[in-house]
């Protein structure tokens, strides 16, 4: 959903992403443990960020700024509709955490009963969704554009 593509490859360690994006360490540590951002984490316990991570920083912060609280980006993260995205069943649907959770993105709720369990949630379209309130926009204009006029 992305203008550009941007690459979800972890290259850059805490301190660099903390330089590149202008937040200070100890919060992308907060976020991180809060779920917002899912680095990669060497074998020696390491994090390291990708582009995707520094752009979901970025507008993170800016949520932050705009007087949004972590639990409200959590919220506004959960509204991304992963299910529609990666076209699940009904049934899939069932079994799904995330697709019953409002309040929470489905790479925290992702139970070993959904049926992207199996993918690295860093690569997933849902994760890359960095913005999202442009990203929900711009998706439900192109559902309109590809002849759908009601999600009735």
């Not at 919060?27 to 060497?42: F, M």
């Not at 069943?89 to 697709?99: Q, V």
């Not at 993918?119 to 998706?139: A, F, G, Q």
């Amino acid at each position: 959903m992305n203008a550009t593509i941007i690459s979800s490859e972890p290259v850059y360690t805490l301190a660099v992403a903390s330089r590149l994006s202008g937040i200070p360490s100890h919060s992308i540590r907060q976020y991180v443990d809060k779920g917002l951002i899912l680095p990669y984490k060497t074998d020696s316990n390491r994090h390291l960020f990708s582009e995707v991570d520094l752009d979901r920083l970025q507008n993170i912060k800016n949520y932050i700024d705009e007087g949004l609280n972590i639990a409200g980006i959590k919220s506004l993260y959960a509204l991304i509709p992963g299910f529609l995205i990666n076209a699940c069943s009904d049934k899939e649907c069932l079994g799904c955490h995330a697709y019953n959770n409002k309040t929470a993105p489905c790479w925290i709720t992702n139970s070993d009963k959904a049926k992207c369990n199996y993918k690295d949630c860093r690569s997933c379209e849902v994760y890359k969704m960095t913005n999202p309130i442009d990203d929900l926009y711009n998706y439900f204009v192109k559902i309109r554009e590809e002849g759908i006029t009601s999600l009735k």
